[in-house]
């Protein structure tokens, strides 16, 4: 078993095709989406965890691929920036993965970057705007 | 028993013994409050918070021909300043923020950039578009003008902050059922968490909860540099309920400070974007603490857990002034992580960087260590209960036609 969390963009053409049903029908995926947005540009884009075999997970993203979506891994894409960022730690209670923590001994915030679904809520509320998303 | 003046031959003769606010409770429990009083001098506070009345002061020199900016209008990057002064002084606020800025039109607004932006950006050393026009007189006919400065060569460059460093400050939860956006944060619907601000037990004024050390002429870390108490902040409120100990269980003394924005570090001054509230300035202070006594001491080494507050709800009882508190918590239960509210567990966050707060309180006693640091006497206490001070709200009054 193996579970991942991935960005997709889908290009126009795509936006309209049910790519994400032929993930769980024709591969035996399991998904969790975490964030799905249409850009003006019609531009589509989701954050989706995907779980079930090792080879139906890389069959399954053989499969995005061709179809023509990109795909990234999710880790990527929010980022500290850690000469802003003053460890204040307002941010730790809006986090709904706990992916930003304070260290009990240091008293200073803890970004763990796997945890992150880019749900992008510390970017907006952090005060000196230390949280950074790189799509 | 100690003076200042026998602190400050210590420092001279680099025999001076400082600890932290920190490490003084560590001390206390090791030795005792009579031993700890004897062995120690001084003790460093620190904080690292938004100050709202924050801003500072510019002489940016005069241009040829003159301008009188006095009466005109004056803008730093865009942020407008005050310009109620002689020719070419102007004063810039930190919640200041473009005219165009669209503020909560779009809610919450994200106030990008303004006033607490632009005193770090000087401080930084970077260039900084200013744009005057001026009606014209006599004397100083020139009405327009727009140059680029820079904080090395302007006259003076002066933060003075009317309110910073409150002693203690309530906890801001939100009982309503959408999300808020305060100057504590973005507080989520019923009760999602519970936002604090204070570097409780190495904040300056819980240190010294009565002004028994800390008074007008104090000299300061103040962004870096050093400053000095200049005043009682605005608001500053005596009165409020104390524990045994002496501290307030609300937000109460508060300080106004000033000094030379020129010595200042931009890591220590950061300009800081509240969503949906505006824009405002963080700043560093760190107050010395001269162990005059074993009771400056023993007030010096109270613990997070000995230091309590207020929880407020900012959706309704906050906005409407009305006085009433959710439950009192200490700073070591709001530093755990989560705190009980209505039986409910709340997460915690702090708007003030405990981290900072201890390096700043690091650095003044490194300072004073190496002799670069010399205390002050203050040349005037803070008012205290017994004086009657106290913090009133608005008596709204008709206007009559």
Redesign the interface.
């Known amino acids: 078993m193996v579970s991942k969390r991935v960005v997709l963009q889908f290009t126009h053409s795509l936006v309209d095709q049910p790519i994400v049903y032929k993930l769980v029908k024709e591969f035996d995926l399991q998904f969790n989406i975490l964030r799905a947005s249409v850009t003006p540009k019609e531009e589509g884009l989701m954050v989706l965890e995907i779980s079930g075999k090792k080879e139906n997970f890389e069959k399954g993203v053989e499969y995005l691929k061709s179809c023509g979506v990109k795909l990234q891994p999710l880790s990527q894409d929010v980022v500290r920036n850690e000469e802003k960022c003053t460890n204040c730690g307002v941010c730790v209670p809006i986090c709904p993965a706990e992916a930003l923590v304070v260290d009990p001994k240091t008293r200073k915030v803890i970004f763990h970057n796997k945890k992150c679904i880019a749900c992008e809520l510390c970017i907006k509320i952090c005060p000196p705007r230390a949280m950074e998303v790189h799509f | 028993m100690k003076t200042i003046k026998e602190i400050n031959e210590k420092i001279k003769k680099g025999q001076v013994v400082v600890v932290t606010a920190e490490e003084v409770i560590d001390l206390v429990r090791e030795k005792g409050v009579r031993k700890a009083a004897e062995e120690v001098d001084v003790v460093t506070t620190g904080t690292?918070?938004?100050m709202c009345s924050s801003g500072a002061y510019f002489n940016i020199g005069h241009s040829t021909p003159r301008i009188k900016i006095g009466g005109g209008t004056c803008k730093l990057n865009d942020v407008p300043c005050y310009t109620g002064l002689a020719a070419v002084d102007v004063f810039l606020g930190a919640t200041a923020i473009p005219d165009d800025d669209p503020r909560n039109k779009v809610y919450?607004g994200?106030f990008?950039y303004g006033g607490g932006h632009v005193i770090q950006d000087l401080v930084s050393g970077k260039d900084v578009r200013l744009e005057a026009t001026a009606y014209g007189t006599d004397c100083y006919p020139r009405k327009k003008l727009e140059t680029l400065i820079n904080i090395k060569d302007l006259n003076e460059a002066v933060l003075f902050n009317i309110r910073n460093c409150y002693q203690n400050y309530s906890v801001a939860v939100n009982l309503s059922n959408k999300p808020i956006y305060t100057y504590l944060?973005?507080l989520?619907p019923e009760l999602?968490?519970?936002?604090y601000c204070s570097a409780g037990q190495l904040s300056p004024l819980l240190k010294d909860p009565e002004y028994k050390t800390i008074g007008i002429g104090t000299k300061i870390f103040l962004g870096g540099g050093t400053g000095f108490i200049a005043w009682q902040g605005t608001q500053h409120n005596p009165q409020v309920p104390r524990k045994d100990n002496g501290i307030p269980q609300f937000g109460s003394g508060t300080l106004a400070v000033i000094g030379d924005l020129k010595q200042m570090k931009s890591r220590y001054l950061?300009?800081?974007?509240?969503?949906g509230y505006g824009v405002t300035l963080?700043v560093g202070i760190g107050v010395p603490i001269p162990v005059l006594n074993e009771q400056v001491l023993k007030n010096a080494a109270v613990q997070d857990k000995d230091i309590y507050t207020q929880i407020v709800d900012y959706s309704s009882d906050y906005p409407q002034r009305v006085a009433s508190s959710l439950g009192e918590v200490s700073y070591e239960q709001l530093?755990s992580?989560k705190i009980t509210i209505k039986n409910k567990e709340?997460?915690?966050?702090?708007?003030?960087?405990?981290?900072?707060a201890?390096e700043i309180s690091e650095e003044l006693k490194s300072w004073i260590k190496k002799g670069d640091f010399i205390l002050s006497e203050p040349v005037a206490p803070l008012p205290g209960k017994e004086s009657g001070y106290s913090f009133k709200p608005l008596k709204e009054r008709p206007v009559k036609p």
């Not at chain 2, 999602?192 to 936002?195: L, S, Y």
């Not at chain 2, 709340?346 to 900072?356: A, E, F, I, M, Q």
């Open positions: 690292f918070g938004p919450p994200e990008k944060g973005m989520k999602g968490n519970a936002n950061v300009g800081v974007s509240m969503a963080v530093k992580g709340v997460p915690t966050g702090n708007l003030s960087s405990y981290s900072k201890l």
